[in-house]
């Protein structure tokens, strides 16, 4: 299976500020990697696919970058709805993998 | 507009079945593969297999022993029945719609249904 390592698992910042959350992948991945936020209480949404690409209706403040076996989900001007955990996820091999999650909070 | 919604028992007891079943509207089975996933409280999601557009299957090896993913496309469901469950087995179990291609990450996620096994 690939491993999704994901750092930091923890992260406060202020408004305004921006975030840097990285992913690696335990082999090359092709791109093949999504980001999903999850509010508190509930479901997952996809905020990014194919390593670079904003689902519909993402803010422009969400930028997702990488390639092979690193990955990055870059926030811009930090707002107080970005309170959530993230995951990356591979879905380039069986079984897909997920990251374990940074938790994203406001200082 | 698309939405999925999962179904099933709250509690089930230890070595018994989970039966769940994902009701879909707004898009067709038979054009978008359909996943189940779960989450543990406080945990990564884990993928757990795949319904196939196509009525095929994937599993994730960890549970395949366990694991079966069936559907019904008249009434727009997919199934999910595991067995031998155990206190580990407890978390949310979300169905999902695959984006669309062969390699896809999951475009919509149903609300979840939180799963207790304990006696």
């Known amino acids: 299976d690939i491993q999704m390592t994901q750092s930091p698992a923890s992260l406060s910042a202020s408004l305004g500020e921006t975030v840097t959350i990285e992913c690696r992948a335990s082999?090359?991945?092709?791109?093949?990697l999504a980001w999903y936020q999850q509010k508190p209480g509930n479901s997952p949404q996809l905020l990014i696919y194919?390593?670079?690409s904003l689902a519909d209706g993402v803010p422009s403040r969400f930028s997702g970058s990488g390639s092979g076996t690193q990955y990055s989900l870059k926030i811009n001007s930090l707002q107080s709805e970005d309170v959530a955990s993230y995951f990356c996820?591979?879905?380039?091999?069986?079984?897909?993998?997920f990251g374990s999650g940074t938790k994203l909070e406001i200082k | 507009q698309v939405q999925l919604k999962e179904s099933g028992p709250g509690l089930v007891q230890p070595s018994e079945t989970l039966s769940l079943t994902c009701t879909v509207s707004?898009?067709?089975?038979?054009?978008?593969?359909v996943s189940w996933v779960r989450q543990p409280s406080g945990k990564g999601p884990e993928w757990m297999g795949r319904?196939?557009?196509?009525?095929?299957?994937a599993y994730n090896s960890a549970l395949k022993s366990r694991l079966s993913i069936s559907r019904d496309t008249s009434k727009n469901q997919v199934f999910l029945k595991m067995n031998s469950l155990q206190t580990d087995d407890t978390g949310t179990y979300y169905c999902?719609?695959?984006?669309?291609?062969?390699?896809?990450?999951?475009?919509?996620w149903g609300q979840g249904v939180m799963v207790t096994v304990s006696s």
């Open positions: 996820q591979q879905y380039n091999n069986y079984p897909f993998t």
């Open positions: 999902t719609r695959d984006r669309g291609d062969i390699l896809s990450p999951f475009d919509y």
């Open positions: 319904m196939w557009y196509d009525g095929d299957t």
């Open positions: 707004g898009f067709s089975l038979t054009s978008y593969s």
């Open positions: 194919d390593a670079n």
């Open positions: 082999e090359d991945i092709y791109s093949n």
